[in-house]
């Protein structure tokens, strides 16, 4: 991530916003993760961050972001953006209409649309969440938060694009006020953890 480069960051609520308390409050953004990762970097990040948001439709025809892959074609130009950030995945776990199958056919589906397009990708797993040990039922399996975290790495890896794993940011269970969301303090120690990350893959310089 050059000076100057742009870059799309699909996200959930844990990025669209510093919430606090619980149930949370939306506080400034002034140091939200996107925020200080233009700030610090020189680039310039377009925050598609939203509540709810996700990989697959499950069971809502067209919700997810793989079945609305145009908009992120629309905001990345032209010119073509550097790259797209993919922090997303945790609603996808939570939510038992979305499967196994689905979520990874649809998470690869993104991947190989934005590589296609002149995209560099980084996918970056969920971040710690208080129920993160449960394992939803769902068609096709159960899984915990770490373990649908691999599923993450392993479509990253078999797709050639770059991971990070959101779960070992170093956040610790206090900077979770609803045990989901991060606080401000929550957001300065997650965001120099991905640059570190990014800079890692001679994307940030």
């Not at 308390?21 to 140091?31: F, I, K, L, T, Y």
């Not at 975290?149 to 479509?155: F, M």
């Amino acid at each position: 991530m050059n000076a100057g480069d742009r870059w799309i960051y699909v996200g959930d609520s844990t990025s669209a916003g510093i919430f606090i308390g619980s149930p949370p409050v939306r506080q400034s953004a002034e140091n939200l993760i996107t925020t200080n990762l233009a700030k610090n970097t020189g680039c310039y990040i377009q925050n598609l961050s939203w509540g709810g948001a996700r990989v697959a439709d499950g069971n809502v025809p067209m919700f997810g972001w793989a079945s609305n892959f145009s908009t992120i074609l629309r905001v990345s130009g032209p010119p073509v953006a550097k790259g797209l950030i993919i922090a997303l995945g945790t609603n996808d776990w939570a939510q038992t209409s979305v499967s196994g199958a689905e979520f990874i056919a649809s998470y690869r589906g993104m991947v190989r649309a934005a590589k296609f397009h002149g995209l560099a990708v980084v996918g970056m797993t969920p971040l710690w969440r208080s129920d993160g040990a449960n394992r939803p039922m769902k068609a096709d399996g159960a899984w915990n938060i770490v373990e649908w975290g691999g599923l993450i790495a392993d479509i990253c890896s078999q797709e050639g694009a770059k991971f990070i794993n959101g779960y070992e940011a170093p956040l610790t269970p206090a900077n979770f006020g609803d045990g989901v969301h991060p606080d401000e303090a929550g957001h300065l120690l997650w965001e120099p953890y991905v640059r570190t990350k990014m800079q890692g893959f001679n994307y940030m310089n």
